[in-house]
């Protein structure tokens, strides 16, 4: 039984993957209630594709992994946001198009525009994209940005090479869980095909690995649900705890490790 006071809607889904008999129940006042599910959110789109296709190619053209989430496109450099197409209103002084940001965030985004008037969005993806390969490979002295999104770093790692997860092919896909931050370090979901042709969800974790079953089934849920799921984690860090909860999902998940020299 799991008691809590608030999310209890959301726990009590996460609950319904598992075949452990768990309740859960909200508290209200000096009793408590039995809690129904929430349903799963809704996968926004993005803006109209006429519009955003041109802006979409010059991130692609970068080399960078090109991210639907929460309805925005974002340009990834393994696994790190440097860019985002946003959209300037007219009631703030913008003209209402859509744009590429370039910078490591909201806030990078910010200072990049104040310190950098007159640069062109191609001029500072670049800059953006210098600035994280220089830091974000297997040889780097530690710093700020090799230690951030390192579950989408995996990800990344694995969508470039899809072989290291035993799937033919794979692409990013939005989490029931997104990271509210460049900050957070949250699982990252990515769909595909399997070697053997089988329809195929993966979930990458670099951090909180005894919380990833419950997160990846609830993925498979929105966006496969009778997909293969894998549950990968970076070599050496796999607890065989992690295996017991993966093979107690009432769709059992597979468990990976992502070999190293990604990070």
């Not at 496109?73 to 440097?82: I, Q, S, T, Y």
Request: glycine share 12%.
């Amino acid at each position: 039984m799991l008691f809590c006071d608030e999310g209890a809607g959301t726990a009590a889904r996460l609950a319904a993957h598992a075949r452990l008999g768990v309740e859960v129940r909200s508290v209200e006042g000096a009793e408590s209630i039995e809690a129904g599910p929430d349903p799963l959110p809704i996968v926004l789109p993005g803006p109209d594709d006429a519009e955003v296709a041109p802006l979409l190619e010059v991130l692609a053209g970068h080399g960078l992994e090109v991210v639907l989430e929460a309805g925005q496109w974002r340009g990834e450099c393994l696994g790190l946001e440097v860019a985002r197409v946003v959209r300037w209103p007219i009631e703030t002084g913008g003209d209402g198009l859509l744009h590429i940001e370039a910078g490591v965030g909201r806030f990078d985004r910010d200072a990049a525009a104040a310190m950098h008037r007159g640069e062109t969005p191609v001029d500072g993806l670049r800059r953006a994209i210098r600035l994280v390969t220089s830091h974000r490979h297997p040889d780097a002295p530690p710093h700020a940005l090799s230690r951030l999104a390192r579950s989408r770093w995996l990800r990344a790692a694995a969508v470039g090479d899809p072989a290291r997860v035993g799937a033919a092919t794979l692409r990013p896909a939005e989490s029931p869980f997104p990271a509210g931050s460049v900050g957070e370090d949250a699982p990252a979901v990515a769909v595909g095909t399997a070697s053997d042709g089988r329809d195929l969800l993966v979930v990458f974790a670099a951090s909180g690995l005894l919380g990833l079953p419950l997160v990846a089934a609830d993925a498979r849920a929105l966006h496969r649900p009778d997909a293969v799921l894998r549950l990968a984690v970076a070599e050496g860090s796999r607890v065989a705890a992690l295996d017991e909860l993966a093979a107690g999902l009432v769709q059992p998940a597979e468990v990976v490790e992502v070999g190293r020299g990604w990070a």
